[in-house]
């Protein structure tokens, strides 16, 4: 560590602008810090909100909120990680003592970024915190933010899902109140809602229907038992009720904000929730792990641009629909999802389409954005590939 100072690391420079550039290592700041060597940090669509433009994000950021990497260095406070330890770290930055992390809430920590809960590496508003989309990383309150994985290269891509869109899409299914034996509809056959899907298959759902209009998307959710729904064919709503014989029992949305209409090209912020509200039975449930924010500079209409997204609230009510929303707890389910992963159980990896070194990662990003060559989920390795 002495004799090398610099590092490679991906910066945001602009709307569909990013660039590999040498910046400083991280250094330990406090003592309860460690620093890693990352070897895979993975790009996700929520990094696309930042790169379109879509947020506040300013040139110089570096991104990437999903890593995982070897331990370097610790602090002088980290007693459970040690020089070697190989980990993963939740995208979620987390104190582990304020009162929403006391009660599992770690994505709503109120103290890691003060005026706004919930923290995250490498996320405009998310706090001062360096993404690892860079060969180091530094990871404050590391004993708490860090799950230890078993030791070797072993499930490395499974792993590295573990930091967000496998627990995300487990977090999706668990909001919209799912019970073994239910019928679910996942909007959306990104990451997320693949994640959400085969969650939905592991927990014991009867039939899942998974929405989408990317073909490779809704093959990859068809080869792990869900029903494809193609949103320009037909009202996915008429056709999820056609084949299930009626409403769901639960509907998840993994799309978000920059939803588009039944055409395919347009962006439509209210399209999926309102469906959501439509394809569930009364006293069902919805899941909503799919982003929406505040403000939206890029909005197709002045309200959604204040984050005000109309939607029929009339008919939730009439319904009794109950929801959830907001960023994934990645810690209340983390170290389950691993053990699932380590015992065979379950191998979110499936939808891992790319992986690639940092030199790699500007064209990733663009062809992951213009959802080209069935880029659906890209893995970085910033130190080469592992040996
Ligand atoms: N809550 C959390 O903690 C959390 C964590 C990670 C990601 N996210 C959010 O989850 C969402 C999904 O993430 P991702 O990585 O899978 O993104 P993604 O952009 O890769 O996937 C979104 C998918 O939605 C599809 N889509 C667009 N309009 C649709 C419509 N009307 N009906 C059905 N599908 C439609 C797109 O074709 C795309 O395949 C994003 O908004 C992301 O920011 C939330
Ligand atoms: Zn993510
Ligand atoms: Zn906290």
Known sequence: MASISKMKALHYDGPFKVSIKEIDIPKIQHPDDCI???TTSCICGSDLHMYQGRTAAESGLVFGHENMGVVIETGPG??????????VLPFNVACGRCSNCETGKTAFCTHVNPGFAGGAYGYVAMGPYQGGQAQYLRVPYADFNALILPEGTEHEADFALLADIFPTGWHGVSLSGFQPGETIAVFGAGPVGLMAAYSAILRGASNVYVVDQVKERLEAAKKIGGVPINFTEGDPVEQIIKLNGGMVDRAVDAVGYQAVDKGGSKEQPNIVLDQLIMVTRPTGGLGIPGLYVPADP???DEQSGKGQILISFGKLFEKGLTLGTGQCNVK???RYLRDLIISGRAKPSFVVSHEVDLDNAVEA??????????YTKVLLHPNGPLS
């Open 78 to 87: 980290v007693t459970l990680l040690k020089k070697g330890s190989r980990i």
């Open 365 to 374: 990003y663009d062809k992951f954005d213009r959802r080209v060559d069935g």
């Open 332 to 334: 209340s389910y983390n």
């Open 298 to 300: 890029g909005a197709p």
């Open 36 to 38: 890693i060597k990352v």
